[in-house]
């Protein structure tokens, strides 16, 4: 039987918890008498907690000690938590239970592929740990994608080749991490941003189990 392993992201591709660091965020930066918009927003996105309260600091022109900096970080993370603790299956992407289910019908190995650190828990809160051969996440890997080290792990935790792993992500670095690993990317979300993606789609309901089995038979 032909094997390739499959990697995939979980924010963004899997679940949606963007909006929750987006109300974390939020709600931090108001307590601090900062505001700012969905648009500012999106360069919060795939960056460090450090790199995103800084920004916030700056937007609002203020300054703050080391102490309450440290402080508003955890405030952040805690509420980012509480959000997380809510989660349930209703939270899946649609069709990802679809495509991975197809996955282990033709018994090809999965594994997670995230730079957060609370991948585990959210996979345990929307049902979906027992699918995964694999997980790996922020807690495995020192550098952050574009670095494609998050998904070369994952690759030898499935026991795949490079070559024979394919990759589903949302973000830039993310396709960007998969083409330096030499592994076939497959971008989720705006073709006119993931462009450099070997396969665009919208979502999973683009991806028809058909395209599943060609790309585990492709050469």
Known sequence: ??????????????????????????????SI???????????????????????????????????????????????????????????????????????????????LGSASKNARVILEKVALRDKFDAIVDGNDVSNAKPDPEVFLIAAKALDMEANRCIVFEDSVAGVEAANIANMISIGIGDTTILGDADYNFNDFTEISNQFIEELIHKK
């Open 1 to 30: 039987m032909s094997k390739k392993g499959f990697i995939f992201d979980l924010d963004g591709v899997i679940v949606d918890t963007a909006k929750y660091h987006f109300l974390a965020w939020r709600k931090l930066a108001n």
């Open 33 to 111: 008498g900062v505001d700012f918009t969905e648009v500012q927003n999106e360069q919060l996105k795939g960056v460090s907690r450090v790199r995103s309260l800084e920004k916030i600091l700056a937007w609002g022109e203020k300054s703050i000690s080391e102490e309450q900096f440290a402080e508003l970080m955890r405030m952040k993370n805690d509420d980012y938590l509480n959000y997380i603790e809510k989660m349930g299956q209703d939270e899946i992407l649609p069709d990802v239970s679809r495509v991975l289910d197809c996955l282990i019908e033709q018994k090809q190995p999965i594994s």
